[in-house]
């Protein structure tokens, strides 16, 4: 049997699992999102949209995936 | 010159960007984007606020605010609505910024959900640290004029006190604290919140505040793109009227005819 690795993260509050060395740029387009439409914080630090790529996700990574939505 | 030239030529600025609508618009509440849109693009305002919000992650097709409201031709300002403390409004501000790429943010730190009146300590303590951080500011506040002197001290770009508590179309409560902070005000002065309908908004401009923000006013209008047109006008006749200058005040008649020649 063959199993990759994963790690366990929290993406906007649910439990993911996803594979070891995910980048986020990668992980963005798995979701769908537009990489240029949205900001990410990993662990209470924005991580710059120029790092998407490079920025691997690791196990207990608590990861908030935010846009723009309608408000006064 | 005419008003209708008058009115253009006028602009006011905040944090170095100009602007000729002194209306700022919110975007939620609305039936659909579609009404949105339209409402916005009836108001004639420049700037819009939205609120920074977790992607839906199990249906990242939804419709998106940017592809009804385009952020290169409107600028969007990036609120803090719905946070209690100053470390929440602040985090939520950094997640704007790089969302958006540009500094200039609405800062509001609510004190309670009942009045969602603003807690002024943590609402100045997060502006100096906003400031700090090369945040451009433009705050809700109280109607209070020794709260906006010290917001305007700790770097806020626009003190924005409100007329009454947020969507309670109130109108403005206290004529008297907004005029005196539009004349202690070294930065402009917005009243944001509390706006019911047009002649709210008209009084607002002709107290000398240089812009009005409103949200439900608009959005929970019978027909929101009427409103929105309603809004646009009596902010451009409040301001036509303060800078008009108005009559004084008498307590009793005078009459408009002469008496002269009277048969």
């Known amino acids: ?72 | 010159m005419t008003a209708q030239q008058d009115i253009r030529a006028d602009t006011w600025s905040v944090a170095g960007r100009t602007f000729s609508s002194r209306l700022i618009v919110g975007t939620g509440k609305y039936k659909s984007l579609e009404e949105n849109a339209a409402a916005v693009e009836a108001s004639g305002a420049e700037i819009v606020t939205v609120a920074v919000r977790r992607v839906n992650i199990s249906d990242p097709n939804q419709p998106m605010l940017t592809d009804f409201i385009d952020p290169k031709k409107i600028t969007y300002l990036p609120n803090t609505a719905g946070c209690f403390t100053a470390e929440d409004a602040i985090r939520t501000l950094r997640l704007a910024r790089e969302a958006g790429g540009w500094n200039l943010v609405k800062l509001e730190v609510l004190g309670e959900a009942k009045t969602l009146y603003p807690d002024m300590r943590e609402t100045l303590r997060a502006t100096e640290i906003l400031v700090k951080e090369g945040f451009e500011p433009m705050v809700y506040c109280v109607d209070d004029p020794i709260a906006a002197k010290q917001l305007e001290e700790a770097g806020a770009v626009a003190v924005m006190p409100l007329g009454a508590p947020i969507g309670s179309g109130l109108g403005i409560q206290n004529f008297v604290t907004i005029r005196l902070i539009v004349e202690g005000a070294g930065v402009p002065v917005l009243v944001d919140a509390g706006v019911g309908t047009a002649s709210d908004a008209a009084q607002a401009l002709e107290l000398g505040c240089d812009g009005v923000l409103m949200n439900t006013a608009i959005a929970e209008a019978k027909d929101p793109v009427l409103m929105a047109r309603a809004m646009r006008a009596a902010v451009e006749a409040g301001r036509l009227a303060y800078l008009a200058g108005r009559m004084q005040k008498r307590r009793y008649a005078d009459p408009s005819s002469p008496l002269a020649g009277l048969i």
């Open chain 1, 1 to 72: 049997m063959e199993l990759k690795e994963s790690v366990a993260i929290h993406v906007n509050g649910d439990e993911r699992h996803v594979t070891v060395g995910l980048t986020l740029a990668e992980m963005l387009r798995e979701l769908g999102l537009d990489a240029r439409k949205v900001a990410v914080e990993r662990n209470l630090e924005i991580v710059p949209r120029g790092t998407f790529a490079e920025v691997q996700v690791e196990e207990g990574d608590r990861l908030e995936i935010v846009h723009f939505v309608g408000g006064g």
